[in-house]
Every structure is written in C-alpha cells, then in structure tokens.
C-alpha cells in the first residue's frame, strides 16, 4: 500500500514532513505513532533530517507505516463511531444527528488524510449549506477533529478556526391570543399536552412522558430527556392552582398511566417507543397543534416553514413567566439564562424594566 499523493504546496517535501507556523518553520510526523515532532526553521536541514528519518522508520515493506500515516477521514469517522460514541452514550437523536452531519464531511473529504485537510477545505464545505446545517456540520466537525489530535493524526483542529454562522429564526413566535385560538381547536388531549408546556415549561418529548405517578407530595416530578445528566435536568416541579387544574383535567374516564392520554380510533397493541396503547407519542402532538394552527386560518400567508410549531409555546410560556417578574430558567431546565434568553427573544412586545432615578 503506498502512501497518498500529497498536496501540491507539501510535494517539494519529503514524506512525513510539513509546513508548521504558516510555513515558517517544519515539523515531522512520526509514521507509526503519529505524534508531530518540531524540526525548526531550516528548511534544508528539516529536509535532511526528514530523509533519514524515513530512512529509519519507512522500509519500502512497512505496509502498517504507510497505512497509520495516511487515515483518511472516512476512516477515522469509521473508528469514531465504533470507538468514541459507544462510551458518550449519545441520546439517539444525538447520535443521529453525527451521522448526517458525519456523512456530508465523508461526502466532501473522505478520502483526504485526516493530517491534510486544511481550513479552507473546511470552510468551503460550510459555505455550501444554510446557517444551522453549516453549524451542525462544524459541532461534529470540530470534534472529530479534536479526536484526531488525542489519536496524534495531526496537531491542530482545522474546523474549530471556522467561523460559526449566525441562525436567524425562520418560525414565527406565537402571541397568547393565536395560542388560544390554536387551544379552541384542539381534542382536549392535546388541550392538555398545550397547557402543560405552557406553564411547567416542558418540551413536546417530556410532557409525552408526564404520569399520574409523578404527581406526590405537591410536586410533578419531571426528568428532562435533553438534559437529564446534568442536574438541571431533574424537576420536583410545585403544583400551583393553574398547574393543578391542568393535572385535573387530565383525569377522564378513561384508564391511563399518562397524563397527555387518548382513545385511539381502534385499539391497538402498544407499539414501538410506547407501552401503553393510550399513550401519545410526542408527533402526534406535533401534529395535531399543526392541524389545529393551520385550521385556525392565523398563518395562511406565512410560509409553511415559518409557521410556529408546539415547540413555540415553551417559548411563550417563558415570555408570560419574565412578563410577570418571575425567573423561568430552573423550571425551563436551563443550565444557563443566556439560553432562557434565547426563548424569550423574538417577541414583538416590549418588556419595560421598571427603574428608578432616586
């Protein structure tokens, strides 16, 4: 197996030799560990010692020297994945979401050696896609390349140089008169999953999972699938009297361990993800908000991907909380309020902070 060709700016050196410091001085890569060795700024002396040094350590019949000193990046994204994700225990959307992005860096450079993509390459990629997929494409990006480094295929991280893009949202926020349109229209199980994300704040995917067992002692408690490892995470949420007259209008006739419950049209075995043939899973109720929204007649002139969704609401819901003076950060789940402030951001109202000259 003979190495890749290199690139035209590194053919005048030797194997294993490259540029360091915007080419003001060389440095040696090791071809069976991959560690980078400093060879100073003495281009004819780094050339020489590169030379013997190959001499010493590529035998023409060194088959493992050649193949450790060129990993492609479809093969390190390969060794990625069956070494590095199985122990971060990605959420499964998480780990999906490495894999798209994961695929479009294989599109653009797998069969580049991890040690020669370059900053450029990188951003080039990035130009070609809008600002949030280019971002996704970066968070993978650059910690791949972080691994690189631990794993010694090169010494700088290419993708964290780039710039991350600036997201503008695209989804409309929703005022509380177009959600109590929206509210009118729904089944009252969807009422129920509305009114929960409403006022305890919780995303589509844990008020799905929200059950009659989690109400004790005054208290809803909540595990929150996006953050459940980190402390905040974990809610022993107070029931108040507009929180404890959603729970109530959760109990129906109708025998279910979920809070957010409906009779499907013809009863069926519990599918995948569900264990109940009651429960809702979490699209159903992105669909019906949508059904609903969209019956409504509020957004007829917005374009569809501007439409805001049920994802909206905890938007909503934290803007009503800092309308009324109070902190929403904790019950939101939030491990910072810059990210709080993200939700609350996009309103057309203006929130006066009352002040004094005294």
Partial sequence: MSPRPRRPKNKALPPNLYPNNGGRSYQYRHPVTGKFHGMGSNKVQAIAAA????????????????????????????????????????????????????????????DTAVEEVSVQDVAELLEKYSPRSANQIRQVAVDLFRVAISRGLRMDNPAESTLKRREKKARRRLTQAQYDAIHALCPVWAQNAMDLALIALQRRGDVSRMKFENVRDGKLYVVQEKTEKYDTGYLAIAIGPRLKKVIRNCRDDLASPYLVHRRPERKIKEREGMDHWTQVKPQMITRAFAEARDESGLFDEVPENQRPTFHEIRALGIKNYRDKGADPQQLAGHATAKMTSNYDSGHDEIRWVEVSAE
């Fill in 51 to 110: 030379k013997e040094l190959n001499a010493m350590l590529m035998p023409e019949n060194d088959l493992v020297a050649a193949v450790l000193g060129n990993i492609t990046v479809r093969q390190h994204i390969k060794w990625f994945f069956e070494s590095v994700a199985p122990e971060r225990e990605y959420k499964p959307r998480t780990l999906e979401m490495y894999r798209v992005q994961a695929r479009k860096l294989e599109a653009a450079m797998g």
